[in-house]
C-alpha cells in the first residue's frame, strides 16, 4: 500500500487502515499509560504523542505501516511515560535547587548583617579589647597565644574578654531595642 499520495498527504487506504490501528490500540495504550504515570492528563499527552511521532516517521517513511506491531508501539508508550516522568522529576529538582539556593542566599544575608553588627561592636570597645576579641574570636587563638602575642599575662586575657564581652551584650541589648522600637514604628516595613 503506497501510503503517500503525489500532493504529499497520506494516501485513503492508508488513512482508514491507520485509523483503525489507532481507535483498536489507542485505549488499552492510554490505560497502560495512566497506569505507569497515575495522571490522566499526562497519559493522554504521551500516547497521542506516540500516534504523532508515528505518523511522522511514516510519512519520512522510516517506519512501514505493515510491520508496526502492538509490542512496538506499547514500548513507545512505557519508554515515553519514563521520559515525561524523568522531565518532571528534573523539574522538580530544578525547583528544589532554586529554593535551597534562594534559602542560601538568605542564610548569607543575615549572615553578613550580623557580620556587620558585630564588626560595629567591636569597634566600639576600647583598642586593647578589641585585639583581644579580634586575637580570640576572629583569629582563633587560644589564650595562652593572645597572651604571648600582646605581651601581658594570661588572667589579663581572661580579665579583658570578660569585660568585652560585658560590654558587647549592653551593645546588644541596645541594638536590640532600638530594631524593636522601630519595627514598632514602623510595622510595615518588617512585612512580607
Not at 519508554?79 to 532554586?98: G, H, L, P
Not at 548569607?108 to 557580620?115: A, L, W, Y
Amino acid at each position: 500500500m503506497d501510503i503517500i499520495t503525489s500532493d504529499g498527504g497520506f494516501s485513503d487506504d492508508f488513512r482508514d487502515a491507520f485509523e483503525k490501528f489507532y481507535n483498536d490500540n489507542y485505549p488499552p495504550l492510554y490505560k497502560h499509560a495512566k497506569h505507569i504515570l497515575d495522571d490522566e492528563v499526562a497519559a493522554k499527552n504521551v500516547v497521542g504523542g506516540v500516534f504523532a511521532d508515528l505518523l511522522s516517521k511514516l510519512r519520512e517513511r522510516t517506519l512501514d505501516m505493515r510491520k508496526i506491531e502492538i509490542t512496538y508501539v506499547k514500548a513507545c508508550v512505557r519508554n515515553a511515560c519514563f521520559d515525561y516522568y524523568n522531565k518532571k522529576k528534573r523539574e522538580q529538582s530544578s525547583q528544589t535547587d532554586i529554593a535551597k539556593m534562594t534559602r542560601l542566599e538568605v542564610d548569607f544575608t543575615i549572615e553578613k548583617e550580623i557580620s556587620d553588627e558585630l564588626h560595629y561592636m567591636l569597634r566600639k570597645l576600647d583598642p586593647t579589647l578589641r585585639m583581644t576579641m579580634e586575637l580570640l574570636y576572629l583569629q582563633e587563638m587560644d589564650h595562652a597565644s593572645v597572651a604571648a602575642v600582646m605581651n601581658v599575662a594570661l588572667p589579663t586575657v581572661y580579665a579583658r574578654k570578660k569585660r568585652a564581652l560585658k560590654i558587647l551584650k549592653e551593645l546588644y541589648r541596645k541594638i536590640l531595642s532600638i530594631w524593636c522600637f522601630v519595627s514598632l514604628l514602623f510595622p510595615m516595613v518588617y512585612k512580607n
